[in-house]
């Protein structure tokens, strides 16, 4: 069975993407990252998920991505709520981490090409997020083609690294259908980017809300908790 | 007066590289890494030269690659001892460490972009290591290209990333020279990649004799003790 690293958030779609990896055959190894995010609850999710789905091996990497801050993920900057559909979809909003999906498939290509895997398994899309620069194609496109120059494996012409991203053309309504297809126990994600101190859900995030209309678009319940009148 | 990211190990290479960006006229953020690295001695090599060449901070991130290994610097894998110089240039050494140019770009890139620089140093030489797939300058096209198209600022148009490799094309002895002619102090770096508890040079593994052979081309004495008969 051909070896896949898939990055694992936890979150509604790096779940389903991991499930996609493993039901186009891949043994799916889990990458997730305890960056100082304010969201750490996520990680517990994704050690959930990597369980469940049987991960082959789930790494968690911590770095602390605070001493660069910038974001309201990473800094003492409020986590924007109740903004509209039309807010989220325009620009790029203040929960953007610079840099990091370079810095997480960075670590993607390290462990790959220690477990001799040529393919790499990230949950973006670029519907919901169309104002984030590293969620694009174009941006992923050029990843590959660094990647493919940046390893020993590369050189050698002995393996060529994929970037797969089945959720790319999806919105969130799709992604949630397609992980009901698929077996994907919701529940047991988290995508909150300001939960509590036990890890509930806010309900007004962006993360939160776009989950919420996706789940209402594709006709399903989102199993998760909200806090009422949130 | 410009901001740049350097990247700074603490061993020859990268103290002259980020002697070079301070002759260039930019304002140096110096960055390093704990990763697990066997010779961390390096650490407090960068902690000393980022001081005395008065960088305008200097972070050192934390992280384990030691968790995939493969690698004699990261893994329980001798170090090479004693090879020649016609092996040393052959090959891509067992002291490579998979990805690791890309993990440390992407943290600079993070950085500059929070920073606001466009600019960013890095002291890989293509010459004597020849072998090392993220040494060359075609990789180092190719991350530039994706760093544009993976932030905000190169969204936007509003920063064109510049990854600067100076010493790309000199030989060790070139970059000696270089750094004596810009006053760099070499008895405050490090670049033993198997020292001993104490952080003294070993003199016999791949970095320390391309260190020495480079000060004995140039003419210079190396400030460092190796042991007798190394």
Redesign the interface.
């Given at each position: 069975m051909p070896r896949a690293v898939c990055l694992l958030s936890g979150g509604l779609d790096s779940t389903t993407c991991f499930a996609v990896a493993r039901s186009q055959g891949f043994d799916c190894y889990a990458l997730s990252f305890d960056y100082g995010q304010r969201h750490r609850a996520e990680l517990e999710a994704a050690r959930r998920i990597a369980k469940l789905l049987r991960a082959a091996d789930h790494?968690t990497?911590?770095?602390?991505?605070r001493?660069?801050?910038?974001s309201a993920l990473t800094d003492d900057i409020d986590v924007p709520k109740h903004r509209s559909t039309t807010e989220i979809a325009h620009g790029?909003p203040i929960t953007?981490?610079?840099?990091?999906?370079?810095?997480f498939?960075?670590?993607a290509?390290?462990?790959a090409?220690?477990l001799g895997a040529a393919d790499i398994f990230l949950g973006v899309n670029a519907i919901d997020y169309s104002g984030y620069?590293?969620c694009?194609p174009?941006?992923i496109q050029?990843?590959e083609?660094?990647?493919n120059?940046?390893?020993?494996a590369?050189?050698e012409g002995s393996l060529r690294c994929r970037i797969h991203t089945p959720l790319a053309q999806l919105d969130k309504a799709a992604i949630v259908h397609l992980g009901h297809s698929l077996g994907v126990d919701y529940s047991m994600t988290h995508s909150c980017y300001d939960p509590d101190a036990q890890g509930h859900p806010c309900g007004a995030c962006d993360s939160c809300l776009l989950r919420r209309k996706g789940f209402a678009e594709a006709g399903f319940v989102d199993p998760l908790n909200y806090p009422p009148c949130s």
């Open positions: 790494v990497l911590s770095f602390d991505l001493r660069f801050g910038a790029i953007y981490v610079p840099a990091r999906n370079t810095i498939l960075s670590f290509l390290a462990w090409e220690v620069p590293d694009r174009e941006y050029a990843f083609r660094m990647a120059l940046a390893t020993k590369g050189i």
